[in-house]
């Protein structure tokens, strides 16, 4: 699963105490191991093996420029979703030829950087944008290569926010109008419509919903090709499962034994297969660390206050997310041999972890069964948060934002440096006059 684990009662990551780190980096940091998210790629890339996809990391899980540059090291492509996005997938170091370029929303500054940087695929998500890609791609010049993001209307049974791959979400175009679609624009000279994007959601843990929707896909290329359209690519997206609680998700051979069947065939006749992983290699490969500022009782309830919350990690807050949590240091009485809503340790009491925001929903955990034994300065780790962990954080009440390490064995980078006050200040120090066009008194 990953490189943390207990020993003689203290938590390690890799070969180093996850104490020292956090000391070292100040709290909160949240603290990856390269050892862990190199090993879910490999098994990526050896569950899938057959059809021999690019394997674009989703930059939106975890965008620190020193991961993207340690999975582009092994092979990996990037999926990204805005300008930003793409600018740190430049500066990483990845070859913008193995860049997909998805999001409903890309603005004409932002194609037009993507084209300018070389992206290798856009993927399109409605007519307007496909006519607006077309357009400037056209006045550019320069040729452009986009798929079809389709929505199959399959349920992936997850949480609601999360689900891409049903109707009534904003993302892509019905099946039933992306004949079409092809109809249409399949034979514009400047966007060369050559593939199909499907994306249903994260996290998912059963492999039913994969197999639905590349059923379907494969009934559309047929019908494409009926009408005259050979599809080049196929983006499958992502969405696999992370194990949250111990051997929660699906082992990846077994999303590749439901996938490969339906997509071999395809690969055989030419067709490029292109997956979008993200929580799948980066989640358990990443932990939080806070430090308990005070514990009190209020009534019935017992409180954990740390100096991070929901500005550090928003899902619990938001999605009502499980991570699960324990202390850095809990001795070997209390070492959980596994992770679970009750990990089965003793002296355990119900607890709520809450962060120091004036916000009621600024909590981590409620009633979560933790150490009785839990003080002010210690320090607690949350786990399976390196996917939209850091990358969702914010610096709300002028909180500064976490540090973030990356550990390889007994080796330790900082990679994010402590923010300042002055950091915060930064963008405010001076302000200008805005000349606006078009006022008359």
């Known amino acids: 699963m990953d490189l943390f684990r207990y020993s003689s009662g ?135 290569r986009v798929a079809l993001r389709i929505n ?12 891409t791959g049903k109707k009534e979400t904003k993302f892509g175009v019905d099946l039933e109008r992306a004949r079409a679609f092809f109809a249409r624009f399949g034979n514009d000279p400047w966007a060369k419509l050559e593939g199909l994007h499907l994306h249903l959601g994260s996290p998912i843990y059963t492999v039913d919903p994969y197999r639905e929707a590349l059923e379907k896909t494969c009934a559309l290329v047929d019908l494409l090709a009926r ?23 699906p082992a990846l051979t077994q999303y590749a034994d439901a996938i490969l069947p339906l997509a071999k065939p395809l690969h055989d006749k030419g067709v490029r297969f292109i997956l979008e992983p993200g929580r799948t290699i980066i989640a358990n ?26 500005n550090a990690l928003l899902r619990p807050a938001l999605y009502g997310s ?8 809990p001795g070997t009485e209390q070492t959980p041999t596994r992770r679970a809503l009750d990990p089965k340790v003793p002296d355990t009491v119900a607890q709520d972890v809450v962060g120091p925001l004036c916000e009621t929903g600024d909590f981590l955990a409620l009633d979560r069964l933790l150490p009785a034994s839990i003080k002010r300065g210690d320090l607690l780790a949350i786990f ?34 402590r923010e300042t006050y002055e950091n915060l200040l930064a963008p405010e120090r001076h302000s200008h006059q805005l000349a606006i066009h078009g006022v008359h008194a």
């Open 285 to 310: 490969a990443g932990i939080l660390v806070l430090r308990v500022l005070y514990t009190k009782i209020s009534g019935e309830k017992r409180f954990i206050i740390c100096d991070a919350g929901m």
């Open 152 to 163: 199959p209307d399959v349920d992936p049974k997850t949480h609601r926010y999360t689900s």
């Open 10 to 144: 203290e938590l390690f990551v890799e070969d180093l105490p996850v104490r020292a780190v956090a000391e070292a980096a100040q709290t909160p940091c949240y603290i990856y191991s390269r050892g862990t998210m190199e090993a879910h790629f490999d098994r990526l890339v050896e569950a899938f093996a057959p059809i021999q996809p690019l394997i674009c990391f989703s930059v939106k899980s975890c965008s620190n420029i020193h991961i993207l540059r340690a999975l582009a090291a092994r092979g990996a492509g990037m999926d990204v979703v805005s300008g930003g996005e793409i600018a740190r997938a430049h500066a990483a170091g990845v070859a913008m030829a193995k860049c997909v370029y998805a999001g409903v929303g890309k603005t004409d500054e932002e194609i037009c950087e993507a084209m300018h940087a070389g992206v290798g695929l856009f993927n399109c998500e409605s007519e307007e944008e496909f006519e607006n890609i077309a357009r400037l791609a056209s006045e550019a010049k320069q040729l452009v």
């Open 322 to 329: 499980f991570h699960f949590m324990w202390p850095v240091a």
């Open 384 to 417: 399976t948060t390196g996917a939209y962990g850091m990358s969702m954080a914010s610096q709300y009440n002028s909180h500064v934002m976490p540090t973030e390490v990356l550990v390889d064995g007994t080796h330790a980078e900082l990679i994010r440096s």
């Open 227 to 249: 009408d005259g359209f050979s599809i080049r690519s196929i983006d499958l997206g992502g969405g696999f499962g992370a194990d949250y609680e111990s051997a929660q998700s």
